[in-house]
């Protein structure tokens, strides 16, 4: 690796993975102990796992002259110019040293390593040291809004806010339920754009709680100023009309000509009203009322010409003039009734967050931030424990701007050190934009690292994908992102620098290594017909040429489908299923826990014991009961007559035992159900049921087993989650996202019809500013995006939007035609309206066919011929590298079993538990409170800390009921209220909690002795046990504080206080 900061640019195929695998495996020949001061990061899962793998399996296999690994072998030798037997043995060295050290093998997503800085800095930013990381954003914020509606107090201003933002959308005709509208615009507390920008915006919110009001009521004046001037000329028309005994008939056009653009106006539409007819009749004013009627009234033309006419070119001129500001006011408007529920929106989180000891990873980059901004870079990294040298980013273009700001202060430290580093990228592959990835910060980077300089790079030969492939795209996307270019220029007057660097020739162009005369591309975009839809006629087409490529050579496990959205898969994946059944299907979208017969015969079982009323589930219960396990058709009406179910259908243990079955915990109900309905006899159901039994544990891990609750989170969420296909030979189906980084041989990629642009309610929620008045007076204005930005204040905004938007549309299409190393086909929908991928890719292959006339007829387009699946290894071609394992199916069978518990007791232990009576019972009860009290009197630094303390304990089922914990806070709200102790509870004393003071013995043995409370301040220190038990055991109490005083003292504390707090009975005793 060179010296400073090397980046490379490498297009799809280019060997970003080889590059990335070498350079790191470079720095371990050199020093075989260096993977210690590495970190490499990349974004998924996925991607980690294969870096890490590549590297491991080249240390072996260059360590052992394998020849899977020459190449990288070849390439080692060239960087270091080491002797051959000196790299092998530096492999081997290096390899060894990251197996028996694997956790300082750095190799992990980026939001692993911020999560570890973190950790590490918990202190520094007062969090919890066990604190839970959650990704699980939508569902706190879910949480939130319905807390905020359901805390509403008559008179709270939070209710009316609430009541007008629900009258405005009663009045605009819209759903008056404003809780998925609130809930939408929530999500905006975890976008970074608002987080990095809103600063300002949230202080001035919590600092004047009528700002957004009086901002509102500034909008609206402006608005009724407008539209007061603008009638004003409509109502001088129509009178002068009158006056002159004319109607709306009497003028040309009617309502679509002049009468009309006045109509407009008096409905108060006052843009896009100045049509073609408007605009003649603006120079030649005659022709605003037809000639037929001139010629029946002569004097038309001169009414036209002197009076009408100049009073439209006054109107228009002041409607033109107007018109910016009132499409701004408009724009500034609408998401004002959410904005400033906002505020109490975040509150409500994290409280939520508090209380659970939770922290989301969406609020990791800007916790982080705001600690590498206040302080040095190497203090904030050396928390880690590690001393880090060299930084290598993968996937670079997805990276945020927070993430950035994070990464550019280690990266400087390490530049600092004259240490080098690593950045690989592709702007042309974002498509995380949604994830805030920002591909301009790598297009930049030059202007954001001057000081040390960049070494540019690029990869511009292609391994993956054959010669006709390559160049098919080497000329599709240069010339896609010319026509975009132009459309840019249309619209705003000028080309986009930004699109015409990042897809210029030299980014686009790769080199073939491959035969220059294979490979296979199709696009087939097809038109409805009086019999079929284009969709059915798209998944005919796509059987029919599946059934072609098996015929003629390539295997089903060679092909893969890939779609822009999810929602495709199940529409695919079943009419494979209908049409082809012996097509096995291979994707991890297509199969939903809810189409799973066993999984829903478990779900109606638990409906059936949560309301032991519900018919309609016991009938449905019943009726798959029958039918899949007992093999009994019969008519769905047979198991419910007249209302009541016959439970003679179901399993004698579940019709009798319901009550018993309620009183299980959840996990072990689930596993009770599957025995007793023996759902074992359904088959290929045991992927179902053991994805469905790990989604009840992970859902146990922070709830309850109450079943309703259960039965809420499946209908809301857990219904639709996929399931894993186990399966390795079939055709595999993913999203475009999920595709990128990996090759398949064959792509077929239906729907190829996505839109340009985003619109209506999907349209992206822009934070714009501007200094105009009286917009200007918030710093930031939510703001929708769509075409009437254009002519406002913030039409720089949409401007960048649109070129975003465009980007990332035709960056979703170069991942996705990049995949194939040999055969690409492609449909799409002729007539998919409005911009879209469909109608570009037509204006540049068939430009004809974008005529008007010709928009009915199908296009095609193909070059060169299918190629085949290669031959399959032989048998003594495996490869040799233990650390390349190949995947294999292995058969999947669930059986649950029951083993009796052999319990053995004593003849004492029997009198013993025989023994017990009721008043014992009461204090094993009597001791369990005391410890609970006494674990929450050692955890409290302040008296504010009680709720949320006793919120966790009751969420990790220490307390055991709502019950008890309202106990324990009416004891600890007593003992508070003695006057001796509040002021250990203020929050100005230094607290320890059970800290440990180690001391020797007289045999030198080391002996614990641990305080319950140490508190201290200047130069007074006290010290407190709590006993929540009986002071009959006082002398020995006070002996064990006086060793911890003596202890203190010994340590250099001189002013030690001693107390015994004795919590039942509220009584402080100083210990002398």
Known sequence: MENGLTVYRASAGAGKTFTLAVEYISLLIEDPG???????????????????????????????????????????????????????????????????????????????????????????????????VDLGQDEVRDRAVDQLLERLTPTSMELKWIIEFIEKNMDENRNWNITKQLKSFASNIFDEDYI????????????????????????????????????????????????????????SRKSSGVAGYFQKIKRDCFVDICNSYVQKALEEPATMFAKTEIKKNPGLQSLAENEFGPLLAETETRRIEGEKDYQTALLSEEKLFSLRLLNKVDDYVHQINTDENRFLLSETPNLLRSVVQQDDASFVFEKMGAMLQHIMIDEFQDTSRMQWTNFYNLLMECLAQGKNSLIVGDEKQSIYRWRNGDWRILQNLNREIKYYGVNQRSLSENYRSSGRIVDFNNNLFV???????????????????????????????????????????????????????????????????????????????????????????????????????????????????????????????????????????????????????????????????????????????????????????????????????????????????????????????????????????????????????????????????KSKGLQFHTVLIPYCEWEMITSGTRAKLLWCSTDDEPFGRLPLVPVSYSKSMKNSSYTESYKQETLLEYVDALNELYVAFTRPKCNLIVWGNREAKGENVASLLIRHLNPEASEEKKEKEDVFFTIGSIVLSPAEKQGGEEDENPLSPQPSEVGLKMEIF?????????????????????????????????????????????????????????????????????????????????????????????????????????????????????????????VVDFKFASQKHQNEHEEQVRLYRSLLERMGKKNVKCYLWYGYTNKVVKVD
């Open 34 to 132: 260096a993977y210690r001061s590495i970190l490499a990061v990349t974004f998924t899962n996925k991607a980690t796992a294969e870096m890490k793998d590549r590297i491991l399996q080249q240390l072996y296999g260059v360590g052992h002259s394998l020849a899977s690994s020459e190449s990288y072998f070849r390439k080692l030798k060239e960087k270091t110019g080491l002797d051959d037997e000196v790299i092998r043995r530096n492999a081997r060295f290096a390899l060894a040293n990251i197996l028996h050290d694997y956790s300082h093998f750095r190799v992990e997503t980026i939001d692993s390593f911020f999560q570890s800085v973190l950790k590490n800095l918990a202190r520094e930013l007062d969090l919890s040291p066990n604190l839970k």
């Open 898 to 1022: 029951r083993n009796p518990i052999d319990f053995r007791q004593s003849n004492k232990s029997v009198e013993f538990v025989n023994d017990i009576d009721e008043e014992s019972a009461k204090q094993d009860e009597y001791i369990r409170e005391g410890s609970l009290l006494h674990y929450i009197m050692e955890n409290i630094e302040t008296a504010d800390d009680v709720s949320a303390l006793l919120a966790q304990m009751q969420t990790e089922g220490i307390i055991a009921s709502d019950k008890e914990r309202n106990r324990m806070e009416s004891v600890i709200g007593k003992v508070m209220q003695n006057p001796d102790v509040q002021g250990w509870f203020d929050g100005s004393w230094t607290l320890y909690k059970e800290c440990t003071i180690l001391t020797k013995d007289a045999d030198g043995l080391a002996r614990q002795n641990r305080p319950d409370r140490v508190m201290m301040k200047d130069d007074e220190v006290v």
């Open 196 to 251: 990095e920008r809103g600063a300002e915006l949230r202080r001035m919110m919590a600092e004047n709680p009528k700002l957004i009001n009086e901002y509102r009521e500034a909008l609206q004046n402006m608005k009724r100023a407008y539209s007061k001037a603008l009638n004003e000329c409509a109502d001088r028309f129509f009178a002068l009309a009158e006056s002159y005994g004319l109607t709306v008939d009497n003028f």
């Open 479 to 737: 010339a896609l992102a010319k026509l975009l270019n132009a459309d840019f220029k249309e619209e705003f007057g000028e080309e986009s620098e930004q699109l015409a660097q990042a897809y210029s020739p030299e980014n686009v162009t790769q080199k073939i290594t491959k035969k220059t005369d294979e490979g296979f591309v199709s696009l087939n975009f097809l038109c409805k017909t009086d019999e079929n839809s284009s969709e059915s006629r798209m998944l005919a087409d796509m059987k029919s040429k599946v059934e072609e490529l098996t015929a003629k050579g390539v295997n089903l496990s060679d092909i893969t489908i890939l779609v822009r959205k999810n929602k495709y898969v199940p529409t695919i994946a079943k009419y494979f299923a209908e049409n082809m059944p012996d097509v096995p299907i291979v994707s991890d979208e297509a199969f939903q826990l809810q189409a799973s017969v066993a999984v829903g015969i478990i779900v109606n079982a638990l409906q059936g014991i949560a309301k032991p009323d519900d018919n309609l589930s016991l009938a449905f219960l019943a009726y798959n009961y029958q039918k899949h396990v007992r093999k009994n058709e019969m008519p769905f009406e047979a198991f419910c007559r007249h209302g009541v179910v016959d439970m003679q259908y179901l399993p004698k243990d579940y019709a009798d035992g319901r009550d018993t079955l309620a009183m299980m915990p959840l996990y072990e109900l689930v596993e009770n159900l599957y025995q007793v309905f023996e759902l074992e006899k359904i088959d290929e159901q045991e992927g179902y049921i053991l994805s469905f039994l790990d989604k009840v544990r992970d859902y146990l891990q922070d709830s309850s087993s109450d079943i309703t609750l259960f039965l809420e989170y499946w209908n809301e969420k857990l219904c639709t989650s996929a399931v894993p296909s186990g399966k390795i030979n079939g055709i595999r189906i993913m999203s475009i996202h």
